[in-house]
């Protein structure tokens, strides 16, 4: 009897996970293929316990051929894919076979749901879906080296989705350290040649992997701007990923900006607003990071994840307990943290969060019925984990507890040992320890230190307490997975070493142990050593002292007072320094400070009263260093921060004064301070816009016009005038002159020229040398614009009149180039018409090249138009004009007015659009706020409405 469904594998080297991958399929599938690539450990003989059919493939870097390969010696009706380091669920796959049997999909090929165990221990998860099933009828196959797709011979692919689920231990990060998975695949996707958009998404992939985040970034907006459709879903996945990157790479604003975008493309997404979420909580604006969580939470039955489910519940929870524990707010971060566990209680750190909080702020023996009720109850505990959540939280009498697990049969002997020794050092008993050390073989030590319980923090920190050299060569000679002997290094022979991650975080957890155990001597050299690390390992360490500071013991009382003899210190100095700057004597202040520096060299207001100094006698570059002296010790000093901002702007830097500014607003609760950044941002904030104008107009016209000019919210915005006065008559100047008198930034250039314009009730006469004599004006004002480099130019004609928030709304769609609406009845008794179209001469209904359209149908089309433009919305067209703005980008390309020779008439608009177009601008109209149109004189009488109707919006603007 034919199989019916057949599992191919491919493998190599996977004999730690392969045995656990084979046991949930076999029995279930109907045949096992494997095709093994080059395994040199016990692959193949574990292989050939649950399947005889084991082949040989030579490996070609391309993991299609080796797919198509096992695929060959496959005869079921369907072949399913799946990876050695992949397990599924017996029962679900039990019944996705027999859902498969009685009743067959449509598909052809089926995506199916890969759950990924992700970080260190795999307690967080990651969706996404893989083609990895497929009628086995000889026309299917995969294509690509790598992330590897399948397709019909005849192009009859019928693809679908299932929820069934693959569970995928192989980006644990552990594991994906062993198997160097991000160097192969990136290996094998730079050699691919004829590269498709996904490939650059892949390569963010795995660059964002190997920790080299700008190429990942470049990879990922590469891939975006090859797409050729916003809805496939690897698109999605690259924004996400590109966000997630951004803002580990601190550009959060960029993130952020992305994450405006997406929440409007992907309304029902959790992921974005989860990540808006984290970025706030990261940079510690606890209160927008709240609100999102609180809403997604809210919102979760609403809301679907594409990365992980944890965004929706779990981790929102989680993050929760986290802002409320930092603003002490206790019984809302217990809660929190409570459910958090509830729905994930696989996550040690959670726990250990949770129990330190109960440990800060309850009875022991309260504790302990914690404990025993909801901790020790649960299905998938074992004490190995008890003892491990214990001593990961930061409280001596928590992590004694461990003791009353010492009886435990579950325990090895090698773990009983390493508990007892650990509870000596709790007991601060170095003396039994030591005799117990010294019984051990070098080996037995290490033995020991595996067992997760007497770690190698403990013996680094009994170690440091006792200056012992023997156990400094124990650490040196003992064989680690990891080397660590720069750390040894900086904490035993005073050499200036640099530290990598691991080493750094090594050191944190180091000193974090050893404020729990109070030894004042490990305190102290760990103190000292701190100059050695990174600026965001000190950021780590504050955020511990500060949780130290909360908890305070009576040992810290000795350190606040310290703290405020400190402060008086510095108010003398600062004082004596005042003096002597008042009275100009800069290096006599200079002495003094270094000589305070000598004495007290981790005096942070030191470094910033010296670089004020040095700031005052135009020494910049040597004052940044200081500065950068300071914050390495307080990377949050807020004096520091200020002046290397001051310093910035000095600089003409504006892009990093604003990003330290923006640092310290999170940082100070000094309103004066707040005031002064916030004023300091605004101004370097402001978008310098250029209104430029040919004006040729009658008073009573022209009045209306300058009124609105007037109106306009400018908030955040330099607002400059040029006007081009081609006026005949006087009253009109003088309006002109008046305007410039009222307000800022206005500058009148006179018009040689005296022609008339022909213009009735009816309708204007134009001829064509009036129009290209405006386009030469236009031009003009566009050169300016360019020579000045302002961020945009507005172009309007002077018979508009604005709505207070147009250049508001204008700036806020983003575009290149974007009209505001107006409408017009170019003929009194035509239909009122907005001034866009989208073909050729003023066509304003979509039309496909070479199609015919009937005269109804062209009717139909112009109504929809029309209709749509009456809605607010930001629309592309294909030609606008008379109100127009224009960005500096557009400016610079080369955009302007002249006359294109081989082009009909039709107005200077139609030719500033074509050549807009021709230089790769989309051309768009806003219809937010629409402008009135003063076109003849009788529309006169309803301006006053219109400008009533406005006045509102002019009121909340003030």
């Not at 709240?290 to 929870?317: C, G, H, R, T």
């Not at 019925?369 to 505990?381: M, P, S």
């Not at 919210?713 to 081009?724: M, S």
Request: hydrophobic share 35%; glycine share 2%.
């Amino acid at each position: 009897m034919k199989p019916f469904l057949s599992v191919c594998m491919i493998v190599k080297n996977e004999e730690n996970v392969l045995r656990r991958c084979l046991d949930s399929i076999k029995g279930i599938a109907d045949e096992i293929i494997i095709a093994d690539t080059g395994s040199v450990d016990q692959t193949k003989d574990i292989a050939l316990e649950y399947t005889d059919m084991v082949f040989d493939y030579t490996w070609e870097d391309d993991f299609s051929k080796a797919r198509n390969f096992a695929a060959s010696k496959a005869s079921g009706e369907w072949i399913f894919v799946i990876d050695a380091d992949e397990f599924v669920d017996r029962d679900s796959f039990i019944k996705f076979k027999e859902d498969l049997k009685n009743n067959p999909p449509d598909y052809n090929i089926l995506a199916v749901q890969i759950v990924n165990f992700v970080g260190i221990n795999g307690k967080d998860t990651s969706l996404n879906y893989h083609e990895r099933l497929y009628k086995n009828d000889g026309l299917i196959s995969y294509y690509r080296s790598i992330h590897e797709l399948l397709k019909h011979k005849e192009s009859k692919e019928r693809k679908g989705f299932s929820d069934f689920q693959i569970y995928h231990s192989g980006y644990m990060k552990n594991i994906v350290n062993e198997k160097e998975k991000s160097i192969r695949n990136l290996t094998l996707l730079k050699k691919k040649k004829e590269k498709e958009p996904i490939d650059y998404y892949f390569l963010g992939n795995e660059y964002d992997q190997l920790g080299d985040l700008d190429k990942a970034i470049k990879y990922y907006q590469k891939g975006f701007q090859l797409k050729d459709d916003l809805n496939r879903d690897w698109v999605k996945k690259l924004l996400l990923r590109l966000v997630n990157t951004l803002h580990k790479a601190n550009r959060n604003k960029e993130a952020l900006e992305i994450i405006d975008s997406c929440e409007q493309i992907y309304p029902y997404l959790v992921d974005f607003k989860f990540y808006r979420g984290i970025i706030y909580f990261d940079e510690e604006d606890y209160e927008n990071a709240k609100e999102v969580f609180e809403e997604i939470l809210k919102k979760k039955n609403e809301l679907k994840a594409d990365s992980s489910n944890d965004f929706l519940e779990y981790l929102p929870y989680k993050l929760l307990g986290e802002i409320y524990e930092s603003e002490n707010e206790l019984h809302l971060a217990v809660h929190n943290y409570s459910r958090a566990v509830s729905i994930n209680d696989a996550d040690d750190y959670v726990w250990s969060k949770l129990i330190n909080l109960l440990a800060k702020h309850s009875p022991l023996d309260e504790l302990t019925e914690f404990l025993n009720n909801n901790l020790l109850t649960k299905n998938n505990i074992t004490p190995q984990r008890v003892i491990k959540i214990l001593l990961d939280v930061p409280d001596l009498n928590a992590q004694k507890l461990t003791r009353s697990l010492l009886d435990e049969p579950e325990l090895s002997i090698d773990e009983k040992e390493a508990l007892f020794i650990k509870n000596l050092c709790l007991d601060g008993n170095t003396n039994e320890v030591v005799k117990i050390i010294a019984e051990k073989s070098p080996s037995q030590i290490y033995s020991l230190l595996t067992k997760g319980i007497f770690t190698i923090i403990d013996f680094i920190i009994l170690t440091i307490e006792l200056q012992s050299q023997e156990y400094q060569k124990m650490l040196y000679d003992i064989k680690f997975d990891k080397s660590i002997n720069n750390l040894f290094h900086v904490l035993f022979n005073k050499k200036h070493k640099k530290l990598d991650e691991f080493e750094e975080e090594l050191f944190v957890s180091i000193l974090k142990q050893a404020n729990v155990l109070g030894w004042e001597t490990v305190i102290n050299h760990l103190n000292s050593k701190m100059k050695y690390l990174s600026l965001n390992a000190k950021t780590k360490l504050k955020k511990i002292e500060k949780q130290i500071a909360k908890n305070a013991a009576p040992r810290y009382v000795q350190y606040e007072n310290n703290q405020e003899n400190r402060k008086k210190e510095i108010e003398e100095i600062k004082k004596e320094i005042e003096n002597l700057l008042s009275n100009q004597l800069y290096e006599e202040a200079l002495t003094i400070v270094d000589e305070s520096l000598k004495s007290a060299p981790s005096h942070v207001e030191l470094y910033s009263i010296k670089a004020v100094i040095l700031i005052s006698l135009q020494q910049l570059d040597r004052a940044i260093e200081v500065l950068e002296k300071g914050l390495e010790m307080d990377p949050n000093h807020v004096d520091c921060l200020y002046n290397l901002a001051y310093i910035h702007e000095q600089n003409k830097n504006v892009h990093m004064a604003n990003k330290v500014y923006e640092k310290i607003l999170g940082l100070t609760n000094d309103e004066e301070i707040i005031k002064e950044i916030k004023d300091q941002l605004n101004k370097h904030d402001k978008k310098k816009i250029l209104v430029g104008s040919p004006i040729h107009q009658k008073p009573q016209i022209l009045k209306y016009f300058l009124k609105s000019l007037s109106r306009l919210d400018i908030e955040g915005i330099e607002l400059h005038f040029l006007f081009i006065d081609d006026n005949d008559q006087k009253e009109s100047s003088l309006l002109l002159e008046e305007f410039s008198k009222a307000e800022k930034n206005v500058v009148i250039c006179k018009s040689d020229f005296n022609d008339k314009y022909e213009r009735n009730n009816q309708t204007h006469f134009w001829n064509e040398y009036l129009i290209w004599k405006v386009a030469n004006f236009k031009d003009s004002i566009i050169q300016i614009a360019k020579e000045f480099n302002f961020d945009y130019l507005f172009l309007i004609d002077s018979d508009l009149v604005l709505h207070p928030y147009t250049l508001q709304q204008l700036l806020k769609a983003n575009k290149d180039i974007i009209s505001n609406i107006f409408w017009t009845k170019w003929q009194p008794d035509f239909p009122a018409l907005p001034q866009v179209w989208m073909f050729d001469q003023y066509e304003q209904y979509i039309k496909f090249r070479g199609e015919q359209l009937s005269k109804e149908q062209i009717i139909e089309r112009h109504k929809d138009f029309v209709e749509t433009l009456k809605k607010p919305g930001v629309y592309e067209v294909g030609g606008l004009g008379a109100c127009t703005l224009i960005s500096k980008k557009a400016i610079k390309a080369g955009v302007n007015f002249s006359e294109i020779k081989n082009i009909s008439f039709w107005g200077e608009d139609r030719h500033f659009c074509i050549r807009a177009q021709a230089l790769g601008f989309d051309l768009f109209v806003d219809t937010h706020y629409p402008a009135f149109h003063i076109y003849r004189d009788s529309d006169l009488r309803n301006v006053e409405k219109y400008m009533e109707s406005v006045d509102i919006a002019y009121l909340f603007r003030n």
